[in-house]
């Protein structure tokens, strides 16, 4: 499931920055802090999971790099950008979308 997880989950991240930067303009380094958050989320979380490293180790940094995206989308410049945005359908998009990197994410094993 990590081959999938590298696919779907960096073009989520292409998403997010595709959908505010359709309504604004938005630096390109908040799409590659978000993108190499996720795939240190997910390389972390493997390689603890295949015994590569240990797998306190792996949760810990794969953990904390799921907290910096979140932290990003709801507090950072992607929430910052999606707030001051007069645009209902992204605010609405951005917002479902956010919802399942919170809630989704915490819940699949």
């Known amino acids: 499931s990590y081959i999938d997880w590298l696919i779907t989950v960096p073009l989520q991240i292409v998403e ?18 978000l993108l190499v958050a996720s795939l240190v989320m997910l390389i972390f979380g493997y390689l603890g999971e295949a015994g590569y490293i240990s797998a306190l180790i ?10 910096y995206i979140i932290f990003e989308l709801f507090s950072g410049q992607a929430g910052k950008a999606m707030r001051s945005s007069g645009n209902k359908p992204l605010k609405t998009a951005f917002t ?7 809630v989704g994410w915490a819940i699949y094993p």
């Open 16 to 33: 997010f920055y595709l959908i505010l930067s359709a309504v604004r303009k938005v630096p390109s380094s908040m799409f590659w802090r």
């Open 58 to 67: 792996g949760w810990l940094v794969g953990t904390a790099a799921w907290i």
């Open 96 to 102: 479902a979308m956010r919802m399942i990197v919170t």
